[in-house]
């Protein structure tokens, strides 16, 4: 089983910055795409960015130059760094990974509880 732990949300003025973290843990033989997806009241779950195993990565329009996407491979951990918050940037952010897994290694996608980021004006 593995698990993925989101952390670093939590309240912020316009304009702050906030950095969210998730590691996984478990029976990981390798981790291939990571992403960052959010959802707010009564919308969808949005893609916000992703990163390939090769650090490849891809944003929204809405964020980009705003959000940067990283990963730690030896760490199993990704990172958000969110910089110029937006009220509209207010939602539950959500950490997914496709993990390869043991014994026979075969592609998995797993995701977060998720964590509150509330962006105030």
């Known amino acids: 089983q593995v698990q993925l732990v989101e952390s670093g949300g939590g309240l912020v003025h316009a304009g702050g910055s906030l950095r969210l973290s998730c590691a996984a843990s478990g029976s990981i033989f ?3 795409a990571m992403g960052w997806y ?3 009241p009564g919308r969808q779950r949005d893609l916000v960015a992703g990163i390939s195993s090769g650090d490849v ?3 929204a329009d809405s ?9 730690d491979n030896a760490k199993n951990t990704m990172y958000l760094q969110m910089n110029s918050l937006k009220v509209e940037d207010t939602a539950v ?3 997914n990974a496709v993990v390869r897994i043991p014994p026979l290694y075969i592609s998995t996608e797993y995701w977060g509880q998720g964590t ?3 962006v105030s004006s």
């Open 30 to 32: 390798g981790i291939k």
């Open 38 to 40: 959010r959802q707010a």
């Open 57 to 59: 990565t891809n944003y």
């Open 63 to 71: 964020v980009k130059g705003r959000f940067t996407i990283s990963r």
């Open 93 to 95: 952010y959500y950490c």
């Open 116 to 118: 509150q980021v509330t």
